[in-house]
């Protein structure tokens, strides 16, 4: 066992020395120059430095170790590669689109898109904002589609998360005189519960049923609205503004000091907490029995039979853990200053953005992670847009053109696969060249 | 002109192998040419190419002494290549003729006309005795059925190079029977066919000439007539192969399962499959269960293993009433089992190897501690099991099980199901698709697994394999046991009598 502790330890010197300084910039050292903004200059470049080398570094390191490698062997980097083509087909696709509503102004707004929430320090902490519950709706959706079940129902997970959050954060304030961190994590763990209930359901009716999920769980969209409704007029209502009642400041996401690294903006803990969540869903679905069974179930749920798994109980967990993400989102995304649950008998969008950020995110959690910022970004540039007298709808026109060139992905990757082929083909040539020449 | 297709000094290569290495075929006008190789020597790889599947890396494809490009399917038909599949591909809830004009459908005011198309494909169906009702759902009709299908689909699209890839691996021995004499009716017509079997007893019977690969690269060419069978499994496997088994004379000792008045209930039919089948398999002996395909052999295993309820009867193995048993807690209690269907049971086709090779056995000390998966010993497990059963495949244990040969895909499961050391083992079919020097190998696995004391239960369609390796023989008829035999007595003559209904012992 020490053994095993010692040897990680040795061959994991450098990460583990840069995970620790990056820990040490991000949330100690701002602490003590709260408000000298030169100090703040320095320390972002330090880490956009140390994290821009790692990455170098990790590159050399597997070019080293894997000198044959082609990149049309690697079924990460094709998909990848897809992504990113879908990506490219849909700015183009809004491009046009800007072009023919307005083109003297088309490329100046095009540029504020591609520059999304690297704007400056406010949009990429609103950015990250506003993708924590992309982020986690997509996790939601990627999670069970592993798992070989179309959990449609996001939407309806995170209202009732949303719901039990509030009502709460409301109700519950004694938690928080007592301990202002405990309101939160029991908000927080009442959103979890509500959605992984909420979840249950769809997943018991199809594991013992055979109900299809994806009728199952839209349908249960619309019970959550209308309960969600119903529920807040009833306990948590706030008659002045129609609108449910604010929760007690003690249950508002903490700050978890990211104010200090990008002031300004709207960030909150919330991103850590869905960083959290991608890293246990990451090491369930790769490292653990669990998901090696429910993967299998998802791939072949014959096969998975034939192997005495429980596919049944597979069903039901991978729903469960599936709407418990969901209704963290909810309880993140309403457990802020100023954002309050409305009575308003509409489906929550975001849980339907998590079902493509899914698809972009070829259902990897980290995938999903990078989508979400992603789609964070392009929000904060439609944002910005409006400065060159265009809708924000336009980001969502070229989001709905990614996701269908993203379900084109399959034809994509073929011509992805041909040009890297091309390449390793121009490249390959001289090395052979050379050797023949010394055979002779 | 006397090639009508030649492919010269082919190259193909994926991941980690050169699945076709310089490879060069030629195929007469009507000729059978048989294509020869062991389990992943890139026989089905080169019939992609030449289907245009794949696109090679080097080399030429000449098709009427013309030099072409066949980029993808649609390419091959227009040059009349038509192709049956390893494994088919058909729409299921779709109909015969449906399935056989996909693709090529007559339209009438952009409604489907399906009038003249049915018509043509009972006429090719009379003209080749293919016997096919044009109506009738895919779900309904039989695996030889289906295949005919496939060939109705070729001819319907005029196709005159015809390529089969194992077409008999699925096919009951009279089903072959038929099919041969298809295939000698279609070259009389002039039709060109490229034959894939591991099969050197059809190829003896049907082929011209035959082709060898071994390990991607082309051996030779010969001349079928003149060629001993013994030769030509010697050119693919590279040394000699037996083909006669010996084993010594079982010895039984107690018994493992004990089935008794089994009863399986067909909802869909509302009939039963199986009707009082009892029987006992000992310690130290390979019970056979023959017959032909779909007289409820299918049923009686899945209940045997748990994937089917039975409606009548117990099961009892070691002592123990299983009947009632999870698969599970079967597989924990001491069965194996080599599924009749390796795409559908036995693999998941997106994992990895080493992943598919602990399916049963992920949850065990050996594999998992505290539920987090142990890469390392799993890497172990995989790399001996590929060693001792010589899985061939591109990237070793990382291979994705779905890019392997379909032989090698079997070897998997075989190596998996042996290798987990229980006390009955159940091997349905556990040799189709393999080369001969592999069906030498698991035959004598079999018996080796025998000799250690445990009790093996084969189903096999294959007359050679009952005869050979069997020590005792039950067979079944429209679901029930007509009787038993010894392989050392009885003829296969008498086998089949019972085989096909019309003798059946009194019990
Ligand atoms: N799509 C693919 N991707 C990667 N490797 C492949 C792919 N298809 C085949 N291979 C590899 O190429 C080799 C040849 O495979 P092929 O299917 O042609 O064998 P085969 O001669 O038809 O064998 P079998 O008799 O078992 O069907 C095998 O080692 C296989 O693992
Ligand atoms: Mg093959």
């Known amino acids: ?440 | 002109m006397e090639y009508i297709v030649e492919m010269l000094n082919i190259t193909k290569e994926f991941p980690g192998i050169k699945a076709n290495d310089n490879v060069t075929l030629q195929l007469k006008k009507g000729e059978i040419h048989a294509l020869l190789g062991e389990n992943g020597a890139g026989k089905s790889t080169l019939m992609s190419v030449l289907f245009g599947l794949y696109v090679p890396e080097e080399g030429i494809i000449k098709v009427r002494g013309e030099e072409v490009h066949i980029n993808n399917p649609n390419d091959a038909n227009n040059y009349g290549i038509g192709m049956v599949h390893q494994h088919f591909k058909l729409v299921h809830n779709f109909t015969v003729v449906e399935n056989i004009v996909l693709g090529f459908e007559d339209t009438k005011h952009g409604f489907l006309q399906f009038d003249d198309a049915i018509k043509k494909i009972t006429d090719l169906s009379e003209k080749y005795k293919l016997k096919v009702d044009p109506n009738q759902l895919i779900s309904n009709i039989s695996v030889g059925m289906q295949q005919r299908v496939e060939i109705l689909k070729m001819l319907y699209r005029n196709a005159d190079i015809l390529i089969f890839d194992e077409p008999t691996a699925v096919l009951t021995p009279q089903e072959i029977e038929e099919l041969m004499n298809i295939m000698k009716d279609l070259t009389k017509e002039g039709k060109s066919i490229i034959l894939i079997t591991h099969k050197l007893k059809e190829i003896k019977q049907v082929a011209d000439r035959c082709s060898v690969l071994r390990k991607g690269k082309y051996i030779g060419t010969v001349d079928v007539k003149t060629t001993s069978v013994e030769k030509m499994a010697e050119m693919m496997v590279g040394r000699e192969v037996s083909f006669v088994i010996d084993k010594e004379v079982a010895k039984p000792k107690e018994v493992v399962l004990k089935v008794d008045n089994i009863s399986v209930y067909n909802h869909a039919l509302k009939k039963n499959s199986v009707t009082d089948v009892s029987f006992e398999v000992k310690k130290g002996e390979i019970l056979c269960i023959a017959g032909i395909e779909g007289n409820g052999q299918t049923q009686l295993i899945e209940s045997i293993t748990g994937l089917n309820p039975i409606s009548n009867g117990s099961l009892t193995l070691n002592g123990i009433d299983i009947s009632h048993y999870s698969v599970r807690q079967r597989n924990n209690s001491g069965v194996s089992h080599i599924p009749e269907d390796r795409h559908r049971h036995g693999l998941v086709l997106d994992y990895s190897l080493e992943k598919n090779l602990i399916l049963q056995t992920y949850f065990k000390e050996l594999f998992q501690h505290k539920g987090f998966l142990k890469f390392d010993e799993i890497r172990i497990n995989s790399d001996d099991l590929i060693d001792r059963f010589d899985i061939r495949s591109g990237k070793g244990s990382t291979t994705s099980a779905r890019s392997m040969s379909g032989g090698n895909q079997q070897k998997v499961i075989v190596a998996r199901e042996i290798n987990r050391d229980t006390d009955l083992l159940i091997a349905v079919q556990p040799t189709r698709g393999l080369d001969v020097g592999a069906i030498e190998y698991i035959h004598k696995q079999l018996i080796a697994q025998r000799d250690a004391g445990k009790a093996v239960l084969l189903v096999s369609l294959e007359l050679d394999e009952v005869m050979n390796v069997s020590d005792r023989i039950i067979i079944m008829y429209e679901g029930e046991n007509v009787g038993e035999f010894d392989p050392t007595v009885v003829s296969e003559n008498e086998l089949g009598l019972y085989m096909a209904g019309s003798k059946r012992s009194d019990q």
């Open chain 1, 1 to 440: 066992m020490w053994e095993k502790v010692k040897n990680y330890l040795v061959a994991n010197a450098l990460n583990l020395n840069i995970g620790f300084f990056l820990f040490l910039l991000v949330f100690i050292i701002p602490q003590f120059f709260a408000n000298n903004d030169s100090i703040l200059l320095v320390i972002r470049g330090l880490i956009v430095a140390t994290g821009g080398g790692y990455i170098f570094y990790k590159l050399l390191l597997f070019r080293k170790n894997n000198p044959n490698f082609k990149p049309s062997e690697s079924k990460l980097l094709v998909d990848v590669a897809g992504s990113i083509i879908a990506i490219l087909t849909g700015l183009l696709f809004g491009l046009i689109l800007m072009l023919i509503v307005n083109p003297g102004q088309a490329f100046g707004g095009f540029f504020v898109i591609l520059q999304g929430g690297f704007r400056n320090i406010k949009s990429f902490g609103d950015m990250i904002y506003f993708s924590v519950p992309i982020i986690l709706t997509g996790l939601s959706v990627a999670f069970a589609f592993r798992t070989g079940l179309f959990n449609i129902g996001a939407t309806g997970q995170l209202t009732m998360g949303a719901y039990a959050a509030v009502y709460i954060g409301v109700k519950w304030g004694v938690i928080g005189e007592f301990s202002p961190f405990l309101h939160w994590l029991v908000a927080i763990l009442g959103a979890i519960v509500a959605g992984a209930l909420w979840g249950a359901i769809p997943g018991l009716l199809k594991a013992y049923r055979n109900v299809n999920e994806v009728v199952s769980s839209i349908m249960l969209n619309y019970v959550a609205m209308y309960l969600n409704t119903m529920l807040i007029v009833k306990y948590i209502y706030n008659r002045d503004f129609a609108r449910a009642l604010a929760p007690k400041s003690t249950a508002v996401t903490p700050l978890m000091n990211l104010h200090y690294l990008l002031p300004n903006s709207s960030v909150s803990g919330g991103i850590v907490v869905a960083i959290v969540v991608v890293i246990i869903l990451h090491i369930i679905l790769n490292k653990t029995t669990f998901g090696y069974e429910l993967k299998a179930v998802g791939f072949n749920r014959d096969a998975s039979k034939y192997a005495g798994m429980n596919s049944k109980r597979n069903i039901v967990y991978a729903m469960v853990i599936s709407g418990a993400v969901a209704g963290l989102a909810g309880g993140l995304m309403y457990l802020v200053d100023g954002k309050f649950l409305q009575p308003l008998n509409v489906l929550i969008p975001e849980g339907f953005t998590g079902i493509a950020i899914s698809l972009l995110g070829l259902s990897s959690p980290f995938g999903v992670l990078l989508a979400g910022l992603f789609y964070g970004s392009l929000k904060q540039g439609g944002f910005y847009l409006q400065l060159y007298s265009f809708t924000p709808e336009i980001i969502d026109i070229i989001i709905a053109v990614i996701i269908y060139a993203s379900a084109l992905g399959l034809f994509l990757q073929k011509f992805v696969i041909r040009a890297m082929k091309k390449r390793e083909m121009l490249i390959d040539q001289k090395p052979e060249e050379a050797v023949e020449g010394s055979d002779a």
